[in-house]
């Protein structure tokens, strides 16, 4: 079954502890990225990845980096969390990077950070 | 920038009701843009999207048409269902990034 899986699904941790969230994808997809979704806000993009080693910022990076060292995987890492990242997040991929690509989403990871 | 906007919710109706669920955009270029439906606890799975002025797009019943004088991107279905309660999301891409630009999210209760 084609999905994009995230790890874990959720988790509450506290300030300043390193963590990292899992994201893999079995479709062979040379696209993927991550979102975070917050009340009234919709989801926003935080990293993206058009292939292995080559990654970008999206509109919200700050406080987050991720890594592409294989094409199904997509970790995104909270070096030092802070409240303000508590919040839903999503991992998506695509077939490419073009525009009418419609994109496969996890079913999220929701973070708690106290 | 490009933006999307949708209608606020919650929207509550009753089963075999009409439902319209507005959405608009801003954007420069020809963007193509998407419905995507988010049910409790899962991911957004996308549910149609147009690629060019005047297609339609449509699937389970939903339909909405690229209207380009309007920018507009309206969600429609004739009759909902208590299994169409979800969050419903617009969105756009642009080609900046393969970045999906989201509206706020409509969230839609169907009751018996």
């Known amino acids: 079954e084609a999905q994009v899986t995230q790890n874990p699904r959720y988790l509450i941790t506290v300030t300043g502890k390193k963590l990292t969230v899992t994201c893999s994808q079995n479709m062979n997809h040379e696209y993927m990225s991550w979102y975070r979704q917050d009340p009234g806000l919709g989801l926003r993009q935080i990293y993206y990845s058009m292939n292995v080693e080559v990654t970008d910022k999206g509109d919200v990076p700050e406080g987050y980096k991720v890594s592409r060292k294989e094409k199904r995987n997509f970790p995104l890492i909270l070096e030092s969390p802070s409240p303000n990242q508590t919040s839903l997040y999503f991992c998506?991929?695509?077939?490419?990077?073009?525009?009418?690509?419609?994109?496969?989403f996890g079913d999220g990871t929701r973070l708690s950070i106290l | 920038g490009d933006s999307v906007t949708q209608m606020e919710g919650p929207v509550t109706l009753s089963e075999e009701a009409f439902l319209t669920i507005n959405c608009t955009y801003t954007a420069t270029g020809y963007p193509s843009l998407f419905w995507y439906v988010q049910y409790p606890g899962e991911g957004l799975q996308l549910l149609l999207k147009?690629?060019?002025?005047?297609d339609k797009g449509s699937n389970k019943g939903f339909e909405a048409t690229y209207r380009k004088e309007t920018t507009s991107f309206h969600l429609e279905k004739g009759s909902v269902q208590v299994s169409d309660s979800a969050v419903y999301f617009c969105a756009l891409s642009n080609n900046q990034g393969g970045k999906l630009i989201f509206g706020q999210g409509t969230e839609l209760s169907v009751k018996p």
């Open positions: 147009a690629t060019k002025a005047d």
């Open positions: 998506a991929s695509s077939q490419t990077l073009g525009g009418n690509q419609p994109q496969h």
